[in-house]
């Protein structure tokens, strides 16, 4: 394999103050779900070759990068977040070669590629668990992973009390080589993702070495799943209660956001900084607060962390304008762009968490209000790319995609769906092949169907339903990101200047640059602020004032 360590031009410079800044600070990132993208090969699953064949619409959309969820050799009990060859593609994406030239082709269209990177747990089949399993108790690999005898008076109750994130006993049990029952393992998620020992210096040393890899092969960063829970409590204390999975986000756990974690990414980030490019790490870290969130994103840390208090913020203007201060606040201090993120791979999306009542969660199994949520969506979106930081795009979003909340039982394959007392499991929805073009078997998706069926009349919100549509959310998308890459009060930086504003509207300054939103139900006049640039619905300047729509974002240039 040929290494390419030039990746594209950095835009790296000094600003007015003689800090250091880097394209991450007011990037646009768009993640790909490989295999509900493109696929290459009609075999109804997405893969490298069909990601690598739609760059183009990417470049033509503006943004500065392309992350990547898994695409590693994995039995995929969870979507690929099971890696049982973390230097391997599984053969369902493609090969090694499929994803150099990938790297090659985006790098020469002026993209960046993020890959993600699973570092808390991996397959059950993975080679070093294998052998564990095999080579029984007493085997130096059972050190890799967290093995313990079980409670009771053989042993078989799990070790502690902790709960799985999919549900059920964080713990289940290993039978011997001569098929006695035997030790039990930990996994936060299914039972075929057992966790690393992140305090076994062969783990540590394993993932410094996939790191390089990947460099080697022309990455321009990772994004670090379950961030937050690679180094466990001492001791992996009870935490005396059951229903866990209400307590994430409101304390630190024994599992989740200890202080540990924060030396092993002080070690990747010498490695990051070894290459050139500005290569650069994200935290999918889930915190209680904004301010531990920054604790990762300190300058000898990662250098992005996502915003997933602001995610979780319903569509009301006293909230919103809260957790951006907030956010702003905590990331000011570290130096860091805070980031702005609507959707992703396990949530519900948000045209349809608008389309919905406020305080139903992230994961939504109504369709609700489908014309009030893409109005909303269309505003929110317009609001988050207007704040200073850098933006994350979830593929399908830019089409105004609404969740698919309909999906057969028999076609869900969201493992958590399958088991007791855990997530809601209705994380498919999201992850729906999204639609290139008005006809075919699979919208323009690939050749041979799609693993998850698509809705009737998905047609009509595809990319070419939608290419030079006036109005569509496709073309505000782009002429949205256009707008923040020309305008200089638009991108980096860590300020906005909220001016007064009626209840249930937002109203903010930036450099040359005003930003207003409605919230509400119903429509606002306010005084015009400036010249109108780009609206999420139509609006019409009467004079000196201006009548604000309902649930509607405006750019103004003053």
Not at 5 to 29: E, F, K, M
């Amino acid at each position: 394999m040929t290494q390419h360590l030039a990746a594209p031009s950095t835009g790296t410079s000094d600003d007015a103050a003689g800090h250091r800044t880097g394209w991450w600070q007011d990037a646009v990132i768009y993640q790909v779900y490989p295999r509900s993208f493109a696929d290459g090969n009609g075999d109804g699953m997405g893969d490298l070759a069909g990601v690598r064949g739609r760059l183009p619409y990417l470049r033509e959309l503006g943004v500065d990068a392309v992350w990547l969820s898994p695409f590693y050799a994995s039995p995929q009990a969870d979507a690929g977040y099971d890696v049982a060859d973390y230097r391997a593609i599984d053969p369902m994406f493609g090969t090694l070669l499929d994803a150099d030239a990938l790297i090659r082709d985006a790098h020469d269209l002026g993209l960046r590629i993020i890959v993600d990177l699973v570092p808390n747990h991996s397959s059950d089949q993975h080679e070093w668990f294998k052998r564990a399993l095999t080579e029984g108790p007493g085997s130096a690999l059972r050190d890799r992973y967290h093995f313990r005898p079980g409670k009771g008076a053989n042993g078989e109750l799990p070790p502690n009390d902790w709960e799985s994130i999919f549900g059920g006993p964080a713990w289940t049990r290993t039978a011997n080589p001569d098929g006695t029952p035997g030790d039990w393992y930990l996994h936060l998620f299914a039972p075929e993702q057992p966790d690393f020992n992140w305090e076994h210096p062969a783990v540590a040393d394993e993932f410094r070495s996939i790191l390089r890899f990947w460099l080697d092969m022309g990455v321009d960063g990772f994004r670090v799943d379950v961030a937050h829970g690679l180094v466990k409590a001492e001791g992996l204390p009870d935490l005396g209660t059951h229903d866990q999975l209400k307590l994430l986000g409101n304390d630190v756990m024994p599992f989740f956001d200890q202080d540990g974690v924060h030396e092993i990414y002080r070690s990747w980030r010498t490695i990051l900084d070894e290459y050139p490019g500005d290569r650069i790490a994200v935290a999918e870290a889930w915190t209680p607060t904004v301010e531990r969130t920054a604790n990762y994103v300190r300058p000898d840390e990662m250098h992005q962390a996502f915003n997933f208090q602001y995610l979780a913020t319903a569509w009301d203007a006293a909230a919103l304008r809260e957790v951006i201060d907030t956010s702003l606040d905590a990331m000011r201090p570290v130096g860091a762009p805070t980031t702005w993120v609507l959707s992703n791979h396990d949530v519900t999306r948000h045209a349809t968490r608008f389309a919905n009542p406020a305080g139903l969660g992230t994961q939504i199994r109504t369709p609700g209000d489908r014309e009030l949520g893409l109005r909303r969506a269309r505003a929110a979106s317009l609001l988050m790319l207007a704040l200073p930081g850098s933006a994350y795009v979830y593929q399908g979003e830019e089409l105004g995609l609404p969740d698919v909340t309909d999906l057969p039982d028999e076609a869900r394959q969201d493992p958590s769906f399958f088991r007791a007392d855990g997530q809601d499991g209705f994380r498919d929805g999201c992850r729906v092949p999204i639609p290139w073009t008005r006809e075919g078997s699979s919208y323009g998706f690939g050749a041979g169907g799609s693993w998850l069926p698509q809705p009737t009349g998905w047609g009509e919100l595809s990319v070419e339903a939608q290419t030079g549509a006036a109005g569509s959310t496709l073309e505000l998308y782009r002429a949205a990101i256009a707008a923040r890459r020309a305008h200089p009060g638009l991108g980096a930086g860590t300020e906005v200047r909220w001016l007064d504003a009626p209840e249930g509207l937002l109203a903010f300054a930036r450099p040359g640059f005003v930003c207003t939103v409605n919230t509400t139900g119903a429509s606002v006049r306010i005084p015009v602020p400036g010249t109108a640039l780009l609206s999420s619905a139509p609006v019409e300047a009467d004079g000196d004032t201006v009548e604000l729509p309902a649930d509607t974002t405006v750019w103004w240039t003053v």
